[in-house]
């Protein structure tokens, strides 16, 4: 069955540079979520998209951007890297926004040196 | 804001034997979702069993199963006939089920779980 899929898979940035994740939803499924995950953290809700608006938003930095595109693919956009950007970056998806569970890509390890 | 507490950061197991791994959550909210999610060395978010709040069984999942006691917001998920595979962090979380308290999850720190053989 085909998963998400998120590209770079890891990414090394300077700091002040900037960053574009990217999502690819597992087919059919509308709802795309970013979650940030710390060294030795639970991962943190940043932002969500149904039907290509925002959805939901949570602890997002100022620095960061996202959308989602006609293809239901997502970009997440981060600006002004801090080295505290560093972390695991997780998209999930799911076929609906309502009551399904919420499947994970293998996420982007971005180091921020 | 709900919370999700997982107060045991690490448990250890022997091969085979049965395991239990606790989680407890602060919501006023009648309707919602509980999950737990199992993280490996590889880093994978890999969703284990989940629970719908409106339902009284139990969720089960093959050798995994859930203890859900709605009244005391408990949530506990039992690993039986452990194998050196089930070796993990395993996350609680849970995901609000009304559309002005977001879809997204919330997730306890995390129990890092031990196969010994």
């Known amino acids: 069955a085909a998963g998400v899929i998120q590209s770079p898979r890891h990414l090394i940035k300077e700091k002040r540079e900037t960053a574009t994740l990217k999502c690819y939803p597992i087919p059919r499924h509308d709802t795309v979520y970013w979650y940030q995950q710390g060294p030795g953290q639970d991962p943190q809700f940043l932002i969500s998209?149904?039907?290509?608006?925002?959805?939901d938003k949570g602890s997002i930095p100022d620095r960061f951007s996202a959308q989602q595109f006609s293809d239901y693919h997502s970009e997440l956009n981060m600006s002004s890297l801090e080295l505290g950007d560093s972390a695991l970056y997780f998209c999930?998806?799911?076929?609906?926004?309502?009551?399904?569970?919420?499947?994970f890509g293998p996420g982007t390890r971005l180091t921020v040196t | 804001a709900q919370t999700v507490t997982q107060s045991q950061p690490e448990m250890s197991v022997q091969e085979a034997e049965t395991v239990t791994l606790s989680c407890t959550y602060d919501t006023s909210e009648s309707d919602y979702y509980l999950f737990w999610y199992k993280q490996p060395p590889s880093r994978q978010m890999i969703l284990v069993i989940r629970?719908?709040?409106?339902?009284?069984q139990n969720a089960t999942e093959n050798r995994f199963s859930v203890n859900f006691q709605k009244a005391a917001k408990s949530f506990s998920l039992k690993i039986s006939d452990s194998q050196l595979g089930d070796a993990a962090m395993y996350f609680c979380a849970y995901r609000s089920a009304r559309s002005n308290s977001g879809y997204a999850l919330n997730f306890g720190k995390g129990t890092s779980l031990l196969v010994t053989p």
């Open positions: 999930a998806s799911s076929p609906r926004k309502y009551r399904d569970e919420q499947y």
């Open positions: 629970q719908e709040a409106y339902k009284q």
């Open positions: 998209f149904y039907e290509k608006m925002q959805s």
